[in-house]
């Protein structure tokens, strides 16, 4: 990952406006002697052992100073002049708090098709699920420009590629440590609107991303984090009796996942939700500061049901669920 795609993020950065830094978080590869052999312009920060895409980034962003960050996978290949419509934007407006650019699957052909850990910026329904303009469970849309217009308010920035201020990050408690990988940057993200501040995304600048570099999306581990995160996501960021509510429908919910997967003979999936719904009661105790404000009612986007809308009702498209498609 580091060879096939780091070239492109020194190229294309601007050295006057960023600084490339890798964090090795706890290696076994030979990735320390790489970066010190091939990439020797690259700062680099080590750790003494794998601490998770959340922790590590927290443990990352502890040691630099700057005032923004942007949070990048090892799987991006991003063009020239990305970053600087996401600076300009951010330094324009101050009331926003994080930003990304359109996230494109990094493809051997010239195909422009969304990326699905973010297409275009994304959002969550009712029940806590999440879905992007741009792709809709496991239907993508080719990119376009049909959502190019104007930077859009969204509920969530992908963590492939997050931007955000650095002093807001740390003050908003960073990335959840517990939640190792998955649904993090959302949770990020729904602390960032709590505390007064907009997301956006910018579509003046986009990226390239491989997806499931770390953990392919048939592995049993990563139903397990989305399953258990997306729990913990609700229970920690919903009022109390809010969060209560939807919990139980929740738990009817992955009831019929479970199904599904015993009977597509998914047994490591299975296995998986159960492990979930056993783990979050373990952790739920955890989180003792639950908001007043219910977020899922005030964006117009969070008010419908993502899987009536998608699996019942054929909708398949971002502008088909009637919201602005651009702008």
């Known amino acids: 990952m580091l060879r096939r795609y780091l070239p492109s993020v020194i190229a294309g950065t601007d050295g006057d406006l960023a600084d490339v830094i890798v964090a090795d978080n706890g290696s076994t590869d030979d990735s320390r002697r790489l970066l010190a052999e091939e990439f020797p312009q690259v700062t680099t920060v080590l750790f003494d052992k794998n601490y998770g895409f959340a922790e590590g980034y927290n443990k990352a962003l502890s040691q630099i100073d700057h005032e923004y960050a942007v949070l990048l996978n090892s799987d991006v290949r991003t063009p020239a002049g990305w970053l600087r419509p996401l600076y300009e934007f951010m330094e324009a407006h101050k009331q926003v708090g994080a930003v990304m650019p359109k996230l494109l699957q990094d493809r051997d052909d010239d195909k422009q098709i969304f990326e699905y850990a973010g297409g275009a910026g994304g959002f969550i329904d009712r029940h806590g699920y999440p879905y992007c303009r741009g792709r809709i469970f496991d239907s993508i849309e080719p990119d376009h420009g049909q959502y190019d217009e104007a930077p859009a308010s969204i509920f969530w920035a992908t963590g492939a590629c997050l931007m955000t201020r650095t002093a807001l990050y740390h003050q908003v408690g960073g990335l959840d440590g517990s939640f190792f990988a998955h649904m993090e940057e959302i949770d990020l993200c729904w602390r960032i609107h709590l505390s007064g501040n907009d997301i956006m ?18 592995n049993p581990r990563k139903t397990y984090l989305n399953f258990r995160n997306s729990l913990l996501l609700l229970h920690k960021n919903l009022p109390v009796a809010d969060g209560k509510r939807l919990l139980l429908t929740r738990r009817l919910m992955d009831t019929l996942a479970f199904g599904m997967a015993v009977a597509k003979l998914h047994g490591g999936d299975a296995k998986a939700i159960l492990r979930a719904h056993r783990d979050f009661r373990r952790m739920r105790g955890n989180y003792k500061n639950q908001p007043q404000t219910n977020l899922l009612k005030e964006c117009p986007e969070s008010r419908i049901s993502i899987v009536w809308e998608h699996f019942v009702m054929r909708k398949k498209v971002f502008t088909d669920l009637g919201f602005r498609g651009i702008g």
């Open 201 to 218: 995304v910018v579509p003046q600048s986009h990226v390239y991303h491989l997806g499931g570099g770390s953990l392919p999306k048939s």
